[in-house]
């Protein structure tokens, strides 16, 4: 017998199956294997077994070891497979995402991630009439035996997570598990105290990038082995190597946070239902804001719609309302709070209510510029513009990290008149405080958490009542179930619907309305102002209606004009070297590869290579190319994309090709 293996590598060019055999070893499609490799041991996963070999038999060395341990399930090599084909990713890249974070495991206990969260049994909560129907719906497909896809639709506070229970319930009385995936690590807490709480400690497991090497390859193993059966995580959940999937949950599903913008790039939505599809099972989309994607789905069939339109203690949804700061400006108003902003929170805090601040923009302001040449301070590595920090006093950028002193004069001009412009939480934080002193005011935003305890304690401080205000970034405004939130403000919505993207106004209507649902979850109505120069923009008029109908028809009318996603696809090509010819000619020669291969038809939808401008990495030079496929040719704009890269391959080309499908930033 002899078996097919990627040999464990990060070389493109070796990103192939290698023939070996298997002598009296027991290997199956899954297998971790120990095989010789040149002349050093290498670790490998079995893809295919074979009776026969085209490779001469004298070239063939036997597999040398197997891990059943840590080895993986046919499904899991098959998704691999399609993750390669699909995202023209290496099927190493593909295979690392579902395997365990470290290698021999050491003896000892194993470490728990979440030892400090002990409840009580918890009782299902009775459920409303549109929850029991929800429920049902959800339960049938689940007996059905094949494989089926929902997007339930439901208002803030309107029980989902109760109904995603009940299906959980479902699939374990099945003999079945299921993944419940977050947008956001900061939301596994509350999330982890529940499901402890229904289904006891040892049925749960957890997988998220802020656990611990050791934390995560012991999750790992105890869903391996089958001992846990619910796994909660953010994104890399929907890797957990469980043996039979009956449901995979993605709450909040229109979250950007779902799409992997690092190597390999991948779509959480699109794995999941590839998984399902292989388990029978059932994929479950949740949100308040649907994507346009996930609803234009759901109106052409492809999911099935359940709504739930009634909050779940029957609290109204809160009063919403626009602050044009043009007007608080003409009236003399130079704050960042506006006047009824001030007036709701002073009424909250009078009748011992909380607040939530959003601001989606961290540091103390956006930018440095000098006022008498106008030169920007950009980080040298990624040359994009550096956010001022007051705490610690320095410019930091924001995607490669790396912090720089705040210069006394212009490195341009030598002025002297350096001013910073824009406003991030540390301003809000700084500025709150000042209004409201005997008010405890906390920051939650990435600077402000030092590891996952220093979150959890953040918010077990608000939800205790120990805090009276919260600023954040949009971490504040994702799942967070606080029952005495009375008002929340947005500072500036034109943060996001400035950004040069065509999602600008969906991700803004989804934030506003996402952040506006902390408010009210209690007995008491809340408030949100929403502080704006554009309050006439359609985005935030449908958020304060809470129609998401009225911002979806006009929302895909623009688009089904553009041919954006849904209505075709997005393709980036990104080129990145250390030479600039080289990056430049190779940008260029895949254009003119792509229009041979499409013709005409590749006339208006390849565009011309371009200059990155936000990228991280060692490089010094990207370039990238925009392609706009039509509608149900993607895969075969991703399949020449590839052939491309690999003739560059073979030329030993320097310059390092990744592909990104329908990417959350364009910039």
Request: aromatic share 8%; net charge neutral; hydrophobic share 35%.
């Amino acid at each position: 017998m002899f078996a097919n293996v990627i040999v464990e590598n990060k070389s493109n060019y070796i990103d192939d199956f290698f023939t070996y055999g298997t002598g009296e070893l027991e290997v199956k499609v899954g297998s971790k294997v120990k095989v010789p490799f040149g002349n050093r041991e290498k670790d490998g996963y079995v893809f295919s077994l074979a009776e026969n070999s085209d490779v001469p038999e004298n070239k063939i060395r036997d597999i040398l070891s197997v891990d059943e341990a840590d080895s993986l399930t046919e499904e899991i090599i098959s998704t691999a497979v399609w993750m390669k084909s699909r995202y023209a990713i290496r099927y190493f890249d593909a295979i690392r995402l579902f395997t365990a974070p470290l290698g021999p495991r050491k003896r000892g206990t194993p470490k728990d991630p979440y030892a400090d969260i002990t409840s009580d049994y918890i009782k299902p909560e009775k459920l409303t009439k549109e929850q029991t129907a929800a429920a049902e719906r959800l339960c049938k497909a689940l007996n059905s035996g094949s494989e089926s896809f929902f997007l339930i639709h439901g208002v803030t506070s309107s029980g989902k997570t109760e109904v995603y229970m009940r299906a959980i319930e479902e699939c374990l009385a099945k003999g079945k598990g299921a993944i419940m995936l977050v947008p956001e690590i900061s939301l596994t807490h509350q999330l982890l105290q529940r499901f402890i709480g229904r289904f006891g400690k040892d049925a749960v497991a957890v997988l998220h990038s802020r656990l611990t090497p050791r934390e995560r390859s012991d999750e790992w193993m105890r869903i391996r082995k089958g001992e846990a059966r619910i796994v909660i995580g953010a994104r890399m959940g929907v890797f957990a190597p469980l043996e039979k999937i009956g449901c995979i949950i993605l709450d909040e599903e229109h979250e950007a946070t779902y799409k992997a913008d690092m190597t390999p790039k991948y779509d959480t939505h699109e794995v999941a239902a590839k998984r399902v599809m292989a388990h029978k099972g059932a994929l479950i989309l949740g949100s308040a804001t649907p994507s346009v994607t996930s609803y234009e789905r759901a109106k052409e069939g492809i999911y099935q719609l359940i709504e739930l339109k009634e909050r779940y203690n029957k609290t109204p949804l809160p009063i919403m309302e626009t602050v044009d700061m043009r007007k608080e400006l003409r009236d003399g108003n130079r704050s960042i709070f506006s006047r009824k902003l001030m007036d709701c929170m002073e009424d909250a805090f009078d009748k011992g209510r909380q607040v939530i601040l959003l601001q989606n923009r961290r540091g103390y302001s956006n930018f440095i510029s000098c006022r008498e040449c106008g030169n920007v301070m950009k980080c040298p590595e990624c040359g994009i513009s550096l956010t001022y920090h007051k705490k610690g006093e320095a410019m930091v950028c924001h995607y490669c990290g790396r912090k720089y002193p705040v210069p006394k004069t212009c490195p341009s001009c030598g002025s002297k008149y350096i001013r910073y412009f824009g406003i991030g939480t540390e301003q809000v934080e700084e500025q709150i405080k000042a209004a409201f002193p005997d008010k405890k005011a906390e920051r939650l935003d990435i600077d402000s958490i030092k590891d996952r305890k220093e979150l959890d304690k953040i918010l077990d401080r608000f939800g205790s009542g120990e805090t009276d205000i919260l600023v954040g970034t949009q971490l504040v405004a994702k799942g967070l179930d606080f029952d005495n939130v009375g008002v929340v403000g947005v500072i500036a919505a034109d943060t996001t619907l400035n950004i040069p993207d065509y999602r600008s106004e969906e991700r803004t209507f989804q934030l506003v309305t996402q952040v506006a649902g902390r408010a009210g979850r209690g007995d008491e109505r809340g408030r949100v102002v929403i502080q704006t120069y554009e309050p006439d923009n359609y985005a935030l008029t449908n958020a304060v209606r809470n129609d998401f109908e009225g911002f979806f028809r006009e929302e895909t009318r623009i688009r089904s004009f553009l041919e954006y996603p849904p209505f075709g696809d997005m393709i980036m090509v990104n080129f990145t070297s250390d030479d600039e010819e080289d990056i430049a000619r190779a940008a260029d020669e895949a254009k003119e590869y792509m229009l041979k291969t499409f013709g005409s038809d590749g006339d208006h939808r390849i565009m011309d290579p371009k200059d990155a401008v936000n990228f991280k990495g060692k490089d010094a030079f990207r370039r990238y190319i925009l392609i706009k496929a039509p509608r149900g040719k993607r895969n075969e704009y991703v399949h020449y994309l590839d052939q491309f890269r690999k003739k560059l391959l073979s030329r030993r080309s320097d310059v390092n090709i990744t592909i990104d499908i329908n990417p959350y930033s364009i910039i």
